[in-house]
């Protein structure tokens, strides 16, 4: 047998594991309302058996609390921080594309629209008397109005890219922060659970952060043992991935970084935006994938999204060559284009960068691109798939853009056609109307090739003038034709009746307005109407997935939340059911201490 007081030792491993139930249950009650909290409750053990060598056999020795655990099930976190992710990337993207869609309505009945009519008011205005210079003064300054808007507009889309860059960098800092404070957790809890138990408190801030960072990137966990004996026996490391690339190994941090990039990915895109690359290695961070997902990748998909429409087509090259030549491709119009003067080729896994291209279009309508490359081609390739910056699977900034920059193009260029074709008030032949601004030299192009030219080839370099370089940022009306109305050519060409202007130019400039033909759309206000019908039903997809998804999340956080969460009712019985099993050890311990004092006072042993 044991010591000759055992049962007071029984009762006494009574009192102290009911003591550690209360002081539990009173840490639940007290965080019933803490954010993250995850209920614990006590494990408890019989105690080592002793053998009496008896008849009786063995005999107990009382109970030991083995453990105090949570009651968490990593099942519902996996879930949580899946759904999550994706809930953050929606809410982003319907956050950005809101105000995309709110500049973009503007189109509608309060901009585009009102304006557009204005100017083609003024212009029959001045139909109906050619020559007075008030009205033609009138057209030149409604056209003004017009680009005028259409340069705001660009402009506002173009701060919303500078917003949403803004916004990448923000969210690399705070992945960096949360990787950094997981390191240091991680570090105190092996420390922690290296002399037994379990850092449960701790381990509630590496959870709550951790779904933290899962509305930010996609994240996966996985803890491994170590050292299953010998020295440090149970050792645990804590690894965190994000995007399938680790970003925390136990206690090293691998720290991401915003660089600025060497060129751009789309023609308009603004000057310094980031790519997210990993500060050792300068890889650039993977969003692409079926299980990408968070606020970092909406941002970015937004700020770089052009719907999958960049350059693409066919490449063959030689080691060595410098002239990269591009076939088949997806662009077959300068009002298309897209592309950067300068920017980056994508063939396969490897990287070029251009300074310049020429594009030809063949007898067929097809187009082709030579690009001058900064570098050689480095690996031979046969009819290998080439696109000009990433291909990005999001109606963005840059897709909406280009389809205002396409209507501009097509537009203006049938539109100067027409008053090219005309006489001015002087007699002379129309000058382009519409012209753009030089980003270099910051004076107006007076004088842009045909869009439509039809020749063998149609060539044009990026240092020439072209209508691939007029965009909503830099369209203007021809300064000449602003400081001297008289210049708008309202007559067809030798036409002038009576020593007077004719009005045959400006009804053919009228008649642009319900033109069914000049665009697949249908008339210019048409095109226009398409643009605010597709970020309407862009947005209101992103809307519902974003509400639908935060649904789901709410609905895994209560089933969590039934497995790990502190329902002080429960609590509250746990707490009487505790007390009495701490009194009846305290009766037990009061008898045996009665029995012991009766056997030594009374009976004198």
Not at 76 to 89: L, M, P
Not at 119 to 127: I, K, M, Q, W
Not at 212 to 236: A, F
Request: net charge negative; charged share 25%; proline share 2%.
């Amino acid at each position: 047998m044991g010591s000759p007081f055992f049962g007071m030792d029984i009762a006494v491993s009574g009192l102290f594991a009911s003591q550690i139930q209360l002081n539990t249950t009173s840490h639940n009650i007290a965080n019933s309302e803490t954010e993250g909290y995850t209920k614990q409750s006590v494990t408890l053990e019989a105690a080592e058996a002793l053998r009496t060598r008896s008849k009786i056999g063995m005999v107990g020795t009382g109970v030991l609390a083995e453990d105090i655990a949570q009651t968490r099930n990593s099942y519902y976190d996996i879930k949580y921080r899946r759904s999550n992710g994706i809930a953050g990337e929606y809410e982003a993207k319907s956050y950005y594309l809101t105000e995309i869609e709110n500049y973009l309505n503007e189109l509608d009945e309060s901009g585009f629209t009102t304006l557009h009519d204005n100017f083609y008011e003024a212009l029959s205005d001045l139909s109906n008397d050619p020559m007075d210079l008030d009205k033609r003064q009138a057209v030149s300054q409604e056209a003004e109005t017009l680009m005028d808007y259409f340069n705001t507009l660009y402009g506002n889309l173009q701060t919303v890219q500078t917003d949403l860059n803004s916004e990448v960098k923000v969210q690399v800092d705070e992945i960096n922060s949360i990787a950094k404070e997981i390191a240091e957790l991680n570090v105190q809890i092996s420390l922690y659970e290296l002399n037994g138990g379990t850092a449960n408190d701790l381990r509630d801030q590496r959870n709550k952060i951790l779904d933290d960072l899962s509305g930010i990137c996609h994240v996966e966990t996985q803890e491994l043992t170590i050292n299953e004996d010998g020295l440090n026996k149970g050792t645990k490391i804590f690894r965190v991935t994000i995007n399938g690339e680790v970003l925390v190994d136990n206690n090293i941090v691998n720290e991401l970084k915003c660089e600025i990039r060497p060129s751009k990915e789309n023609q308009n895109d603004v000057d310094g935006l980031y790519d997210v690359v990993w500060a050792k290695t300068g890889e650039k961070l993977h969003l692409e994938g079926v299980e990408v997902s968070g606020r970092l990748k909406a941002l970015i998909d937004v700020r770089d999204g052009n719907n999958d429409e960049n350059l693409q087509g066919r490449v063959t090259a030689n080691v060595g060559d410098t002239l990269l030549t591009i076939t088949g491709t997806n662009i077959n119009g300068v009002s298309k284009m897209n592309m950067p003067e300068q920017g980056r080729i994508v063939i396969g896994g490897a990287e070029y960068y251009y300074d310049g291209f020429t594009a030809k279009e063949d007898y067929n309508g097809q187009f082709f691109y030579d690009f001058n490359l900064t570098t050689p081609v480095r690996y031979a390739v046969t009819d290998k798939i080439a696109s000009v910056g990433d291909c990005v699977d999001c109606k963005g900034v840059p897709y909406f853009q280009s389809m205002i920059n396409e209507f501009m193009r097509t537009f203006t260029s049938e539109f100067n056609e027409i008053h090219r074709g005309g006489d001015d008030l002087n007699g002379n032949a129309g000058l382009d109307f519409f012209v753009y601004t030089d980003a270099v030299t910051e004076n107006q192009v007076p004088e842009i090739p045909a869009i439509d030219e039809k020749q063998s080839f149609t060539v044009f370099k990026t240092i020439n003038a072209s209508y691939y370089k007029m965009t909503g940022h830099n369209i203007k009306v021809n300064e000449k034709i602003l400081d001297d109305p008289s210049l708008i050519a309202a007559a067809d060409k030798d036409s002038i009746e009576d020593g007077g202007e004719n009005k045959e130019n400006i009804v053919k400039l009228i008649a642009l307005k319900n033109d069914v033909n000049m665009f697949k759309q249908g008339t210019p206000s048409s095109y226009l109407q398409t643009i605010v019908s597709e970020i309407g039903v862009v947005n209101n997809n992103a809307s519902s997935l974003s509400e639908n998804q935060s649904n789901i999340v709410t609905s895994i956080e209560k089933m969590r939340l039934s497995t790990s969460g502190v329902d002080v009712d429960e609590e509250g019985m746990d707490l009487i059911k505790y007390q009495r099993a701490y009194e009846l050890s305290s009766k037990v311990f009061n008898i045996m201490n009665e029995i012991y004092r009766k056997l030594i006072n009374e009976t004198g042993v």
